[in-house]
């Protein structure tokens, strides 16, 4: 009995069964004929029936759901019209079963959704007086059954094999009228199924239609927080044109401008963003441009990956196969380019922290200095979550929006913690922002960094061996972490991934070793090696780029012989060592790569991350790291249609994401991140040169792309807008799926 329930099971639940005529055609759309043999169509005739015995039983109910109100008198009115007019194939009432899914192609290569028309659902209307409105709502039907009793083919045939697991849900687009609840949307689907295969075929404790998941065309109502945001955008906005305007006829006049007046300019900030100046300087690293630019890149990539795994393929279960792949790997062990910018953060903390200290006289003014690092930082973040707490819900709508679209709902108690940098701790489960765990470490550690750095300072190497003390004790814990809680070396092994994101990859103290690295490598670089070329043999500088690129080669394609079919799963103690150890070693060859770059010893690779293009692009990669992910969160939601899972359209979809990122970046540096460091500027004044503070040490980093210099030049006059690019670092996040390493 069970496994013939299952078997008729999914047959409704890809609607594509006949009607009890089993001899005729089943069809795949309701414009066909006879349209008897259509479920969707023959839903609204069973609906009636139901209808018919609850009034006799008087169980009709009025509900009520967010703004939403649902009568069942009126469902059941509605229903009876539609199939009325349905017989008399009116297209307004057509219009209801044609938006219904249909088959899907590939259901056993995990295509398990089939997500009918939703525009046309919310768009259907009748045309009698009575006013019937369509409303979409995405079922889950439960497959459990259905995949138990199919005869799997043998392991020898085993096209898959991580983490596959049979599909349990079956979604299914489903169109009825907005007067419908989903407890009566529910009822009448159970009722159908009920009707064609018997009182076995349904369990009656699984929620198939949920409120959640449907959706109506209905006035739009805005919030308070909407109209705020809509101010708040529009006032910005005519800021930036007001201030471009007293700009060019203050120019045009050639008359002194007021700092605060033109704070907003777009004809001030936009050259400090496209202006290259070209500059020897031995405060300057030139290759930190093309490193920071690299991993922005890298991490739009990895990130896109982790949504493209949600879209709904046609051919999803080719993720088991593709993880088994050496590309994989760029996206699997994606996560070693967020060390890169921990460890550019540590070493440019020590150098700008010694720059300050050495004008000081070894003095910090600590509360100052955390004071510019919030207001600096800030800004943007405030914006996304603004906006995501306001218009993100007006972004989109349909199908893969009651999947994806829910950032909102996870801003609605976790957004204060993303604006004082404890998400990491506070609410790892449901980041607001999900990449700006990164901000809350940085940040974290910006605070922390004078218990370093004056030590550093006053006694020099001796301070070291606290450092390395506490750089090893926290290898250790990670080490520790992962043996206790049997994590494994791949994420896409992990049972525990989000228990794994929690313990390891978002707490500060698993992440500062590699920072740790940098403010080491920094302190070296400062006091023995600014403002001169050390030389080397060439044969050692040979080595020396062997080894960093040998290393680098190991962290990101070394354990990859572990995921392959044939080879035995990799001991725990592997992946203990892996994680911390790989971190580290990442970090001493981008150590390698900016100290032979410094010194003259980087050759081509020295040319091509020093060059100008990547000088402008670094001065965006702090909006683009904090925006990207909306972006692709909103691109991946508003999908309405199926996909297909390969790397060329997965790269695709990247240009897209990058794209429309890289202009919303230049919008959000020009309309928040350059005014607030030109109003900070204007209330606190400019530093004099060669005194900045250490939060204003990133303004060094992307200026030309010229080899250092060991003669000293005048320093070039920082550009504002490049304050915050050290504070950046995009990494990909596990927090959907197991996948998503």
């Excluded at 996870?410 to 204060?416: E, F, G, K, Y």
């Excluded at 604006?419 to 990164?438: D, M, R």
């Excluded at 080397?536 to 990859?560: E, I, N, Q, R």
């Amino acid at each position: 009995m069970m496994e013939h329930f299952g078997v008729l099971a999914v047959a409704l639940l890809i609607a594509t069964v006949g009607a009890q005529d089993t001899s005729s055609n089943y069809l795949l759309t309701g414009h066909s004929t006879p349209l008897a043999s259509s479920f969707a169509h023959q839903f609204f005739t069973l609906a009636s029936q139901s209808a018919e015995l609850a009034n006799r039983t008087n169980t009709q109910v009025i509900q009520t759901y967010e703004d939403r109100t649902y009568d069942d008198e009126l469902c059941d009115r509605d229903i009876n019209l539609i199939r009325d007019s349905i017989n008399n194939l009116e297209e307004w009432a057509l219009e209801f079963p044609d938006t219904w899914g249909r088959l899907p192609m590939g259901l056993f290569w995990g295509h398990t959704i089939s997500m009918g028309q939703y525009e046309e659902c919310v768009a259907a209307s009748s045309t009698h007086t009575t006013e019937i409105r369509g409303q979409y709502c995405l079922a889950s039907l439960n497959i459990t059954t259905f995949y138990q009793s199919v005869k799997k083919r043998g392991e020898e045939f085993s096209r898959i094999s991580y983490k596959q697991t049979d599909p349990e849900v079956f979604e299914l687009g489903i169109c009825v009228p907005k007067t419908c609840s989903a407890a009566k949307t529910e009822k009448l689907l159970k009722y159908a199924i009920t009707h064609f295969y018997g009182q076995d075929v349904m369990e009656s404790d699984y929620t198939m239609v949920t409120e959640a998941r449907c959706k109506y065309d209905a006035p739009i109502e805005l919030r308070g927080i909407d109209i705020f945001a809509i101010i708040f955008f529009s006032l910005i906005i005519f800021f930036m044109v007001a201030s471009s305007v007293y700009d060019y006829i203050q120019t045009r006049k050639g008359a002194p401008k007021k700092p605060l007046l033109i704070a907003f300019s777009v004809l001030t900030n936009a050259p400090k963003i496209f202006t290259v100046k070209k500059v020897n300087n031995p405060n300057v690293i030139h290759c930190l441009n093309g490193l920071r630019c690299f991993s922005m890149m890298w991490v739009v990539f990895g990130h896109g990956y982790m949504t493209f795994y949600d879209l709904p393929h046609i051919n999803k279960n080719k993720f088991y196969t593709w993880v088994q792949t050496p590309y994989s790997m760029l996206v699997q062990n994606g996560s070693l380019c967020v060390d890169t910018f921990f460890f550019m953060s540590g070493l440019l903390m020590c150098w700008g922290a010694f720059r300050e200290m050495e004008r000081t006289k070894g003095k910090l003014n600590i509360p100052m200095m955390y004071f510019h690092r919030y207001i600096r930082l800030t800004p943007v973040v405030a914006v996304v979550v603004l906006y995501i707490m306001s218009l993100y819900k007006y972004s989109g709508a349909g199908p893969m929006w009651f999947k994806l679209g829910t950032q909102d709902k996870r801003c609605a108690d976790t957004w204060w913690a993303t604006l004082i940098y404890v998400q990491n701790y506070a609410f790892p489960y449901s980041i607001c922002i999900s990449q700006s765990w990164y901000l809350a470490v940085d940040t974290q550690l910006y605070f922390l960094s004078p218990l370093f750095l004056i030590p550093l300072w006053k006694w020099g190497k001796k301070a070291l061996v606290p450092i390395v003390i506490v750089l090893i004790l926290c290898l250790g814990g990670t080490f520790a972490t992962f043996m206790l809680n049997d994590f494994t070396l791949f994420r896409v092994q992990d049972d525990h991934v989000d228990l794994r994101q929690r313990l390891t990859y978002y707490p500060t103290h698993t992440r500062i070793p590699t920072w740790l690295i940098g403010v080491i490598f920094g302190y070296f670089l400062f006091t023995r090696n600014r403002g001169r070329q050390i030389p080397m043999s060439k044969p050692l500088v040979l080595t020396g780029w062997f080894v960093a690129f040998g290393t680098m080669l190991a962290c990101m394609w070394g354990p990859y012989w572990r995921i392959l079919p044939d080879t035995p799963d990799s001991p725990l103690i592997e992946g203990a060592f892996f994680e911390p150890l790989s971190r580290t070693s990442w970090a001493l060859a981008i150590g390698w790569i900016v100290w032979a770059c410094y010194n003259g010893h980087g050759g081509l690779v020295n040319d091509f991350l020093s060059w100008g293009f990547f000088t402008g692009f670094s001065r965006l990669c702090y909006c683009m790291y904090v925006i990207h992910r909306i972006v692709q969160l909103v691109n991946a939601a508003r999908l309405q249609t199926d996909t297909h899972f390969s790397n060329y359209d997965a790269i695709l979809r990247w240009w897209n994401d990058f794209g429309i990122t890289l202009t919303a970046s230049i919008f959000a540096t020009l309309a928040f991140e350059a005014p607030i460091l030109g109003i900070e500027k204007a209330i606190f004044g400019k530093p004099a040169p060669k005194k900045p503070s250490p939060g204003e040490l990133a303004k060094a980093a992307p200026v030309a792309a010229t080899s250092a210099s060991p003669e000293p030049e005048p320093e070039a006059k920082p550009e504002p807008v490049e304050v915050t690019k050290t504070e950046i670092a995009p990494v990909p996040t596990n927090e959907e799926n197991p996948s998503k390493a």
